[in-house]
């Protein structure tokens, strides 16, 4: 029986062996309890009085409790597995719940990992948590990929928009990749998913707060890109900068006279002997 719970030993040590291994038993019991979502583990009393007894009599409470000991012992082993399992499991379904706030396709998983905080249930035989973590890094992996494809159809778009323009057209590849990558408009890497970690590091490396950042920057990325390639290819003395004003519009008469004003001060820009007039709003 001792050497079933760990404690082979001598006859003329049966005693304290016996103190020894049923001490075992309530280390290890408190190793898995603790505060939710743990499970309060209590040792049951006729395994708790062994230790009371002594001499001969310890040894007889052990062998009268074997049933109880290796019933105990066994769940024991199988608390500690999970344990050992369920709570970097737990980690990572609180650091992907985190990261998806606000999103409403993990909400749902997000209020059932509220609920298992609360219960004691994180030990069961089947496992709450993992359910939870494919659910939020589902939803976290959709996110991301739909933000991955805009930016980069974003990027594209911005691109090709730049290749229309004489001035970019007239730089050369390696000058045009250049401002490309100064400007943040280039290529990059698909976020690797590929499972829960990875979808979580690579929120972590930007949330999706960051992707809408990113998208929104482009068109002005774009725009001193190409601000930067006139300024290569075309003189300073021979080019002007005309800003175009701000206007809240509400009528066709209104965008008339805007667009004519506009017309006015772009040609009158060219007509000072200029031969480029670059526009910024």
Do not use: C
């Not at 304290?16 to 019991?29: H, Y």
């Not at 310890?58 to 109880?68: P, T």
């Not at 290796?70 to 399992?85: A, W």
């Not at 725009?223 to 175009?244: D, F, G, W």
């Amino acid at each position: 029986m001792l050497s079933n719970l760990g404690f082979p030993t001598e006859n003329d040590r049966l005693v304290s062996a016996v103190e020894q291994a049923v001490k075992s038993l309530v280390d290890r019991a408190k190793g898995v309890s603790g505060p939710a979502p743990l499970p309060d583990i209590t040792v049951p009393g006729n395994i708790q009085v062994i230790v009371s007894a002594s001499g001969n009599d310890r040894v007889h409470a052990l062998l009268a409790a074997k049933s109880d000991l290796t019933s105990f012992n066994d769940q024991l082993g199988d608390l500690e597995r999970r344990l050992k399992s369920r709570t970097p499991s737990l980690e990572l379904a609180r650091s992907l719940a985190s990261a998806t706030t606000g999103l409403e396709p993990a909400s749902a998983a997000r209020e059932r990992l509220g609920a298992l905080a609360a219960s004691r249930d994180l030990l069961t035989d089947a496992d709450p948590v993992a359910p939870i973590v494919k659910e939020l890094a589902e939803a976290l992996r959709d996110a991301i990929h739909e933000a991955a494809v805009a930016l980069r159809d974003a990027r594209a778009t911005a691109v090709a928009g730049l290749e229309q323009q004489p001035a970019w057209t007239a730089l050369d590849d390696a000058k045009r990749a250049a401002l490309l990558t100064e400007h943040h408009l280039g290529t990059e890497a698909a976020p690797n998913l590929a499972d829960a970690a990875a979808v979580l590091k690579a929120a972590q490396a930007r949330p999706l707060q960051g992707w809408t950042a990113e998208l929104d920057a482009i068109p002005q990325r774009a725009s001193r890109a190409m601000e930067a390639a006139i300024q290569l290819t075309t003189p300073a003395a021979k080019m002007t900068t005309v800003r175009v004003s701000t206007a809240s519009l509400s009528s066709a008469d209104e965008v008339e006279r805007y667009i004519e004003a506009l017309r006015v001060q772009l040609l009158d820009a060219l007509n000072s002997g200029n031969d480029t007039v670059m526009v910024k709003g």
